[in-house]
């Protein structure tokens, strides 16, 4: 599977050589030059690791990350220009794993990429095998079963299934599911993922007599633990 990765970064000189650099490590890169924009990004999408830096417009790099630990886990190695310091002190204590004083050399970065991306593989083999207590979901060989016994999905009803549980205690709101399993393309009607919530409910809950996906009004779906 691919490695993706964000860099959040204004400087386009900074992001484009970053970009080209990772490109060639055999990454998958996007660059957003703005805070607000960043933020949504990285909670709309999953990537491996994010690159952040601090100085943005619209939105700070520390808010950024700020609000992005609100709702996931996701690496973020921070930005910040040497004099700085503060900052590095503030990401850290909101949950950075990593930063970098500019000017870096890119050897460095690619090293810390690479350590931020191990420290995270407990977290990507969980990505292929998600279970909750008599569910099991594999994502590999996309084949999801109740205490032993197969659940049969249509593939949107399985990558629904699958990011509700890769954001379990989270509460999805129908536009993120629907972005991130219908894609951003189909602005079609939110009322699909109420739809495909139904049919879900009706192969699990229903047969299994369990609440595994419960409403919260006016929010959306979650799955808790
Ligand atoms: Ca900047």
Request: hydrophobic share 45%.
């Amino acid at each position: 599977m691919e490695t993706e990765i964000l860099i959040v970064e204004d400087e386009s000189a900074i992001a484009r050589f970053v970009s080209l650099e990772l490109e060639h490590e055999g990454y998958k890169t996007k660059c957003v030059a703005d805070g607000r924009e960043g933020l949504e990004e990285a909670l709309n999408k999953n990537y491996d690791l994010i690159i952040l830096d601090v100085m943005l417009p619209s939105l700070n790099g520390i808010e950024v990350l700020r609000r992005l630990r609100q709702a996931k886990a996701t690496p973020v190695i921070i930005l910040t220009a040497r004099d700085q310091v503060m900052d590095k002190v503030g990401g850290l204590d909101l949950g950075a794993n990593d930063y970098m004083t500019k000017p870096f050399a890119i050897e460095e970065l690619l090293a810390r990429i690479r350590a931020n991306l191990k420290k995270n593989i407990p977290r990507d083999g969980a990505k292929n095998a998600h279970t909750l207590g008599k569910l099991s979901v594999d994502t590999d060989a996309r084949k999801a079963a109740y205490d032993g016994e197969a659940i049969d999905l249509t593939k949107k009803e399985f990558d629904l299934l699958v990011f509700l549980l890769e954001n379990r205690n989270i509460v999805i709101s129908r536009e993120r599911a629907l972005d991130a399993v219908w894609g951003f393309d189909f602005y079609g009607n939110t009322n699909a993922v109420d739809v495909y919530i139904r049919y879900l409910r009706a192969k699990i809950d229903n047969v299994f007599k369990i609440d595994l996906i419960e409403t919260v009004r006016g929010a959306g779906y979650v799955i808790r633990e």
